[in-house]
Nanobody, 124 residues
């Protein structure tokens, strides 16, 4: 089993930056692809970014390309989402997730483990 805990959310102004962290415990996720999703009030959970097991592959939703960067630290069993140039429409609960495969994935159904989420609120 894998437990994921997000941190780093908060209230910021438009144009600010935040870095979300997702710490994994229970077992290593070094051979698993990881991802970030978000869910705004009244909307479905949507894909934000994903990274392959070795960090060599990354995939981003169009609405965050050029602003968000996903990365991972194997020594800390943690992955990150650096969010720059935040917009009010980025306001959502952000969830980290892990798969059981090395290949990069973007579909919600392909992620087996989920964190509890961290709130990101961007004011205009």
């Amino acid at each position: 089993q894998v437990q994921l805990v997000e941190s780093g959310g908060g209230l910021v102004q438009a144009g600010d930056s935040l870095r979300l962290s997702c710490a994994a415990s229970g077992r290593t996720v070094s051979s698993s692809s990881m991802g970030w999703f978000r869910q705004a009030p009244g909307k479905e959970r949507e894909f934000v970014a994903a990274i392959s097991w070795n960090g060599g592959g990354k995939n981003y939703a169009d609405f965050v390309k050029g602003r968000f960067t996903i990365s991972r630290d194997y020594a800390k069993n943690t992955h990150y989402l650096q969010m720059n140039s935040l917009k009010p429409e980025d306001t959502a609960v952000y969830y980290c997730a892990a798969t059981d495969t090395w290949a990069i994935r973007t579909s919600i159904r392909e992620f087996k483990y989920w964190g509890q989420g961290t709130q990101v609120t961007v004011s205009s």
